[in-house]
């Protein structure tokens, strides 16, 4: 068998944001790069090379997951959200806000996956302690706001959705 | 980063991959949550010919009891293991351990047959699993075989598992009355993997003696090691606060850690009887309920 056909493109259906595609990938491509490059939700971001920093996490069949150490094939027949899938039109998801209001963000880079772990956190514990958001956010780095800032944007966040 | 190149074929069940196995030779590997395999692909540190997708395999993701044994499938993730009803009620030490994990996001992937037939000598699960004396089952096109704990973690990144096999299934024996388990862990405050960590599986009678107890030590080896002279400590013994400090202090007895310029090898050890004693109190206070 040659070299390329062992290596053969693989046929993948994600759907993502509620909207499934079709495509052809490396058996290589990263679930992160796929997402950037093939779809262009750049929102996704990748920020180390050693699966620790969760710029890159999205909701895959509704877990938080690092998008960067999952292979797009992996991905086949799953549902994926990205943050480009949080707001609902013009209106912010309250953790989008949460991070305006509260000031959880400095250069941006981390805030996506902060963003979606934190969401997947409210989804299953909506009234979390600080502790338990900081434990939630072991897997997300961030290098400028020295945290406070994210876990406060992520409590104001959910008081809101406790409110309705 | 990204891995090299390789070709990619999916699983529809553990017959089908032993056959991908046997076809494919030495030069593929297993994915199943790929938290291991992945991240060691992205640095070029591995470069298989060919991934043979075990995530693909409806089922090995049962957590059930049968007859003495609480049986896990292979890919259950570390999340479902943390956080199962059946888990948490009969082997705390195992929902304490695999709670510990990484961080959300790996324990949203990772497996427990991965993470052990991986065989990290800085990994959690082999540590609890060999206090609370599980086995595993392994699949060839031979037929099933059983594989005892403590005869399974060889070396480095090494296990009593051939190369033609899959794991396919962890049991644990579900612990009398009067059992208690539990896990404590010293994580590296960068990468989270253990620097030394300490499960304890202890049987105690209502009048507070110890029956039994099998303590397992992470860190200090090649793989988790069996604290035999604490053990045997607390064979027999009231378990008291003293009686079961003066056996944590025997947990690093006989061993010889590397030092790493986080943790020299005194400290490794020192530290090791500090996390026995954690865990040992632990086990006991649940024991005791």
Redesign the interface.
């Known amino acids: 068998m040659t070299?390329e056909a062992?290596?053969?493109a693989?046929p993948i259906s994600v759907t993502v944001n509620g909207v499934k595609h079709d495509a052809m990938v490396?058996?290589?491509?990263?679930l992160v790069?796929f997402l950037r490059e093939q779809l262009a939700l750049t929102g996704t971001h990748v920020g180390c090379?050693?699966?620790?920093c969760?710029a890159c996490?999205v909701h895959m069949n509704g877990?938080?997951?690092?998008s960067?150490?999952?292979?797009a094939?992996?991905a086949?027949g799953a549902e994926v959200k990205t943050i480009e899938g949080l707001a609902n039109g013009d209106n912010f998801h309250p953790v989008q806000e949460g991070f305006r209001e509260k000031h959880g963000l400095q250069c941006g880079y981390c805030t996506p996956g902060m963003i979606m772990?934190a969401v997947?956190?409210l989804e299953t514990n909506p009234n979390p302690t600080d502790d338990e958001i900081k434990h939630?956010l072991?897997?997300?780095l961030c290098r400028c706001t020295g945290y406070i800032n994210i876990v406060e944007s992520i409590k104001w966040a959910a008081d809101k959705m406790r409110k309705g | 980063m990204f891995p090299a190149s390789f070709g990619y074929v999916a699983a529809r069940s553990v017959d089908e991959a032993l056959e991908l196995m046997s076809k494919h030779g030495e030069e593929a590997k297993l994915l199943a949550g790929g938290h291991s395999l992945i991240p060691a692909m992205k640095l070029r540190l591995t470069s298989p010919r060919t991934l043979i997708d075990l995530g693909t395999i409806p089922g090995l993701r049962d957590i059930r009891t049968d007859g003495g044994n609480l049986i896990i499938g292979a890919l259950n993730v570390h999340a479902d293991v943390a956080s199962s009803d059946l888990v948490r009620k009969h082997l705390a030490g195992l929902a304490d351990a695999a709670s510990m994990i990484g961080d959300v996001q790996v324990r949203n992937r990772g497996t427990i047959g991965g993470s052990v037939a991986h065989a990290d000598p800085a990994a959690d699960l082999p540590v609890i699993l060999t206090a609370l004396n599980a086995s595993f089952v392994v699949k060839s096109m031979q037929g099933s075989r059983v594989v005892a704990v403590d005869d399974f973690f060889t070396d480095f990144f090494t296990t009593a598992m051939n190369a033609n096999e899959i794991l396919t299934e962890i049991r644990v024996p579900l612990p009398p009355a009067g059992c208690g388990t539990a896990y404590a862990k010293l994580p590296h405050p960068a990468s989270g993997y253990v620097v030394v960590s300490a499960g304890a599986l202890i049987m105690r009678q209502a009048s507070g003696t110890c029956v039994s107890a099998r303590v397992a030590i992470g860190g200090l080896g090649s793989g988790p090691i069996r604290a035999i002279p604490t053990e045997m400590e607390l064979q027999g013994k009231p378990l008291t606060s003293q009686v079961i400090a003066a056996a944590a202090t025997k947990a690093a007895e006989e061993t010889d850690p590397d030092g790493d310029p986080y943790a020299s090898a005194d400290y490794k050890r020192h530290m090791a009887t500090v996390y026995a004693r954690k865990a040992i109190e632990a086990a006991v206070e649940r024991a005791a309920r």
């Not at chain 1, 490396?26 to 990263?30: A, D, G, H």
């Not at chain 1, 090379?49 to 620790?52: A, H």
């Not at chain 1, 960067?68 to 292979?71: A, G, N, P, S």
């Open positions: 070299a062992e290596y053969a693989v490396e058996p290589r491509m990263l790069y090379d050693t699966s620790q969760g996490t877990r938080a997951v690092k960067c150490t999952i292979l094939v992996q086949n772990t997947h956190l939630a072991e897997g997300n």
